[in-house]
T-cell receptor, first 117, second 114 residues
Framework: DTAVSQTPKYLVTQMGNDKSIKCEQN?????MYWYKQDSKKFLKIMFS???????INETVPNRFSPKSPDKAHLNLHINSLELGDSAVYFC????????????????FGEGSRLTVL | AQSVTQLGSHVSVSEGALVLLRCNYS??????LFWYVQYPNQGLQLLLK??????LVKGINGFEAEFKKSETSFHLTKPSAHMSDAAEYFC????????????FGAGTRLAVHP
């Protein structure tokens, strides 16, 4: 039973198209994240939601729009795709903020590899 | 701002040899520190974490790491490498009391040869 699941796992599309990646977690966590891993394996946080509220928004182009319909889901919609958007996108979740009994561990999905042609 | 530096983008060891992957961090507050492993075409799996308790932390698959505040280091070690340890390893730092925003190092590719 997958804890953090992302769909699709692979996505190949043309420049200028709009695409979405979906993420669901069944861990009961209230915080979810999107990370981008580039071709050099570098991981950078994009967004984070806590109980459906946006709490982290790094300097990401506004073509990227996250949506959290409930705390178990965090979807990523990308408009007008560009070649530079090609990457692996990872969804993750954690139990609230760090500190106290929560030690800040993130649980990751298996990634969605986006290729823009 | 927090940051992580992993020394050596590629490390190669023989099977049975000691594994040492280096990580140095920068943080204005006492940090939480993590090591994650990524096998090919998979997500990240937590190996171990330091959260201000014991400075020597033991993780899965025989890995351990030691938090050294004076050296701002959190190096990952394993006494004897196994072929199955070949993967990408990431060190990460987060701010206790924050929103679990993990800042990752650039990763170290570990190769294990017979």
């Amino acid at each position: 039973d997958t804890a953090v699941s992302q769909t699709p796992k692979y996505l190949v599309t043309q420049m200028g198209n709009d695409k979405s990646i979906k993420c669901e977690q069944n861990l009961g966590h209230d915080t979810m994240y999107w990370y981008k891993q580039d071709s050099k394996k570098f991981l950078k946080i994009m967004f984070s939601y806590n109980n459906k509220e946006l709490i982290i928004n790094e300097t990401v182009p506004n073509r990227f729009s996250p949506k959290s319909p409930d705390k178990a889901h965090l979807n990523l919609h990308i408009n007008s795709l560009e070649l530079g958007d090609s990457a692996v996108y990872f969804c993750a979740s954690s139990q609230g903020t760090s500190g106290g009994s929560n030690t800040g561990e993130l649980f990751f999905g298996e990634g969605s590899r986006l290729t823009v042609l | 701002a927090q940051s992580v530096t992993q020394l050596g983008s590629h490390v190669s060891v023989s099977e049975g040899a000691l594994v040492l992957l280096r990580c140095n961090y920068s943080s204005s507050v006492p940090p939480y520190l993590f090591w994650y492993v990524q096998y090919p075409n998979q997500g990240l799996q937590l190996l171990l974490k330091y959260t201000s308790a014991a400075t020597l932390v033991k993780g899965i698959n025989g890995f351990e790491a030691e938090f050294k505040k004076s050296e701002t280091s959190f190096h990952l070690t394993k006494p004897s490498a196994h072929m199955s340890d070949a993967a990408e390893y990431f060190c990460a730092v987060s701010d206790p009391g924050g929103y679990n925003k993990l800042i990752f190092g650039a990763g170290t590719r570990l190769a294990v040869h017979p």
